[in-house]
């Protein structure tokens, strides 16, 4: 009985440090794409604006996106 309910803390203690890794993740690369964006002198102010937003949303993708354009 006591094992069942370790595993059960264990499992949610996992779950919680899985998604404060993508939580963590999520932010730098945000702030990288973020940083990036800001430097960009080739970019008007909407369009600036535009980017940091979608980085914001999703980072990675639009990180891709923003190298590829």
């Known amino acids: 009985m006591g094992s069942i309910a370790l595993d059960k803390e264990?499992?949610?203690?996992?779950i919680y440090a899985v998604i404060f890794?993508?939580?963590?993740?999520?932010?730098?690369?945000?702030?990288?794409m973020?940083?990036?964006?800001?430097?960009?002198?080739?970019l008007n102010l909407h369009e600036k604006n535009d980017w940091k937003l979608k980085a914001l949303i999703f980072?990675?993708?639009?990180?891709?996106?923003?190298k590829n354009r």
Not at 25 to 31: C, F, I, K, Q, Y
Not at 34 to 42: F, G
């Open 59 to 66: 980072p990675l993708y639009f990180w891709g996106k923003y």
């Open 34 to 42: 973020y940083s990036a964006v800001h430097k960009d002198t080739s």
């Open 21 to 32: 890794l993508a939580l963590i993740g999520h932010t730098l690369m945000a702030s990288k």
């Open 10 to 14: 264990m499992t949610e203690l996992i």
